[in-house]
């Protein structure tokens, strides 16, 4: 096994990306994912790899958009208002049905809102980030090293389904330091039929588009699109169970929310209060599974997060509101306490007994 290195959440998925065989990287620096950046620039000329800060995010992701055509992994990394900015390219990279790997590590908003961590921007990953119908892998880390992990995985799956992934980190993912054992290196990244790199005389063109005049055409082509999105759904939603044996009571949270949640459980559980956790490690596709057999054994649910209820809804509609969830939830920059949490749990588990 390799060595366990110190390293901050930033850094990591800088790192997994060159080792998942990324040698281009665009992007615009903001604010609590700088570091993602900094990190490139100094590591891509050493490797015979393309750094290049773009004149704006809008600029940055269309330049993604380039070099994901031509079946090379490219990545960006921004935070939320970046990203808003970067919308209307994720929509070209999934009209194009391009792999491309795009890193939010989340503040506070809307508008500028302030730096510090947030998990605002849910819905704008989970329900697609851009116009058009569509969606995007999502991954939310919640240690350093799922920042690495998850940064190979989301390559992987992105040219598995030929879509873009989005690792959805909060700020305090991106700023917390952490030991990590580094994911392997790649040895080589595969060539891709579909890219345009030029034919040599041997095959026909390949082109690149996601404009389509003929509405049957795009019908068709969005009808083909959800299809896989239906087998990414079934074969690929990731999560991890706590102390949910004989839970009562359900705490649903991701990233830095999980952690104190996992605290929060540990004290109630010297309590005598019967709690567990479901953790979605992807938010899209989203893990009802997990949850719909939960539903029929525990009591109440708890979605735990920094917004103001986004998750929160997802679980309801996984469980078809069979059970009453309840939020507990900070914003603006704040992270709830572990005793915040504990409080919402002995409140559901006290509402349960009436």
Known sequence: ??????????????EAAILAGC???????????????????????????????????????????GVASTGKRAMTSSSSPGISLKTEGISYLAGAD??????????????????QPSQSDYFLATRGPGHGDFHVLVFAPSS???????????????EKYRMPAMLLADGTMGQMMEPVVLPEPVAEVSEKPWAVTGTKGEREHNIINSLYLKPAELEQTNLDRFARYKIIEENEPMWEE??????EVCVVSTGITARVSRNAIVEARKQGIKV?????????????????????????FI???????????????AIRCKKDVALCSRVGGMIPSPD???????????????
Request: proline share 6%; glycine share 8%.
């Open 1 to 14: 096994m390799s060595e366990k290195v110190l390293m901050k959440g930033n850094e990591a998925i800088a």
């Open 23 to 65: 040698r281009h990287y665009f992007g615009y620096p903001i604010t609590p994912q700088t570091e993602v950046a900094a990190y490139m620039s100094k590591k891509m000329p050493k490797i015979g790899g393309t750094f290049l800060q773009a004149e704006s995010e809008i600029a940055a992701i269309n330049m993604v958009y």
């Open 98 to 115: 391009l792999p491309a790997l795009i890193v939010n590590v989340q503040r506070g908003g809307p508008g500028l809102g302030g730096i």
């Open 144 to 158: 350093v090293q799922e920042m690495a992990d998850l940064t190979s995985k989301a390559f992987e799956l992105a």
């Open 242 to 247: 706590f102390m949910m044996e004989d839970a």
């Open 276 to 300: 567990g956790m479901i953790r979605p490690i992807t938010l899209w596709p989203f893990p009802k599974k997990p949850l719909i057999e939960a539903a029929d054994k525990v009591k109440s």
């Open 303 to 317: 979605a735990v997060e920094l917004n103001m209820g986004q998750m929160k809804e997802d679980i309801e509609l």
């Open 340 to 354: 915040e949490v504990l409080e919402a749990i002995k409140t559901a588990a006290c509402n349960e007994e009436v």
